[in-house]
């Protein structure tokens, strides 16, 4: 069966400093990985999607970026962080030719 | 422009009642339409998914309803549970589309009260 892990649970960090979000997905070879946005009783945004190992595509830009360092590793990050950052992070991952996503229990982040 | 619209966006249901979650949507390449169910703190997990060949899905107590030439469809949770309560995302896309372009609605507060 296939697992999802998303690090840190949460964290509360400073306007200005970095941050760094993430993801293992572990069960699934090469599955298509994404990065979502949810502000706190608001809808999904989608952020990054990525189909294979150092690929990587930006969908809305919010000051963050999105690494694919490993097959099953997704990394979110910045070098400054801004008080509209704050919000749940959930990784997600689907198969190639399936719709269905399959999400991860979130990063909560608070900007102070 | 809202691609997939939700109503209402709270819902407050007895126990045992039927609760009833509205989606809309715009874009008639649409054809794989998925319901979240998320609870606080936890991310959406999969509840019911419907394709537009279909005008109805079943699953227990989850039952969806599509309306093709009108661009709607519906949730109807039966015999409601106080656990139940949570928000549910209604979503769309179209089959096969890369990158997963599934659009979610803003979401459906239910809570049910005992």
């Known amino acids: 069966a296939q697992t999802i892990h998303q690090w840190p649970v949460a964290e509360i960090k400073a306007v200005g400093s970095p941050l760094s979000l993430g993801c293992t997905i572990k069960?699934?070879?090469?599955?298509?990985l994404y990065w979502y946005w949810q502000a706190t009783g608001g809808t999904l945004q989608q952020l990054f999607y990525?189909?294979?190992?150092?690929?990587v595509e930006s969908v809305v830009q919010l000051n963050l970026s999105a690494s694919r360092p490993k097959d099953d590793q997704f990394i979110l990050s910045t070098e400054k962080l801004l008080l509209s950052h704050s919000g749940f992070y959930l990784c997600?991952?689907?198969?190639?030719?399936?719709?269905?996503?399959?999400f991860g229990e979130g990063s909560r982040l608070i900007v102070v | 422009q809202q691609q997939v619209r939700q109503s209402p966006q709270s819902l407050t249901v007895w126990e045992g009642e039927t609760a009833i979650l509205n989606c809309s949507y715009e874009?008639?390449?649409?054809?794989?339409f998925p319901w979240y169910q998320q609870f606080p703190g936890e991310g959406p997990a999969l509840l019911i998914s419907?394709?537009?060949?279909?005008d109805k899905k079943e699953d227990g107590r989850f039952t969806i309803f599509f309306n093709k030439r009108e661009k709607k469809l519906s949730l109807h949770i039966a015999d409601s549970q106080p656990g139940d309560s949570a928000t549910y995302f209604c979503?769309?896309?179209?089959?096969?589309?890369?990158?997963?372009?599934?659009?979610f609605g803003i979401g459906t507060l239910l809570s049910v009260k005992p």
């Open positions: 997600a991952w689907n198969r190639d030719s399936g719709n269905t996503l399959y």
């Open positions: 069960g699934k070879s090469s599955p298509n």
């Open positions: 990525s189909i294979t190992v150092g690929q």
């Open positions: 874009n008639s390449a649409f054809d794989y």
């Open positions: 419907i394709l537009s060949v279909s």
């Open positions: 979503a769309a896309s179209a089959v096969g589309s890369s990158g997963n372009k599934l659009i």
